[in-house]
């Protein structure tokens, strides 16, 4: 349904290292890196997360209500991208666990990156 998804940061280089390490356990990698952005997705894929300068040069801000949910293969991947979003900085919104009022499987994580933006780490299938 989604060709991407852009957020903006106000400081590329620590912004990357943060998804660097924040995206790992998710097997997303960054596949274009330049002064302004940087674009992850799944290895052999294409980017499909973009962390980006705003084009208009004006700070970025985050949305109110926008929350970007990245999925994770197991229960394991949210509770190790949690940790390493964490310690690279973030903001916890809700540490990883079993959300059952959204389905029986739902388990996930929520953190604020550096930005800002709010990133939540789930996980849909069974333990």
């Known amino acids: 349904m989604f ?3 852009t957020v903006g ?4 280089a620590r912004a990357k ?3 660097d390490e924040l995206l790992k356990p998710l097997g997303l990698v960054c596949h274009m890196s330049f002064p302004n952005g940087a674009g992850y997705g799944l290895a052999g894929g294409r980017p ?3 962390i980006v300068s705003p084009i208009d040069e004006k700070p970025a801000s985050v949305g109110n ?3 970007i949910g990245l999925d994770a293969p197991n229960r394991a991947a949210v509770d190790a991208a949690h940790r390493a979003g964490m310690s690279g900085g973030a903001k916890d919104e809700g540490a990883p666990g079993l959300r059952t009022h959204y389905h029986p499987n739902y ?3 929520y953190l604020r990156d550096l930005d800002g933006n709010k990133i939540c ?3 849909h299938k069974p333990e």
């Open 9 to 12: 940061s106000n400081d590329i």
């Open 65 to 67: 209500g926008i929350t």
């Open 107 to 109: 388990y996930g994580a």
């Open 121 to 123: 780490v789930v996980c």
């Open 3 to 5: 060709s991407h998804v």
């Open 17 to 19: 290292a943060f998804y």
């Open 48 to 50: 499909q997360l973009w």
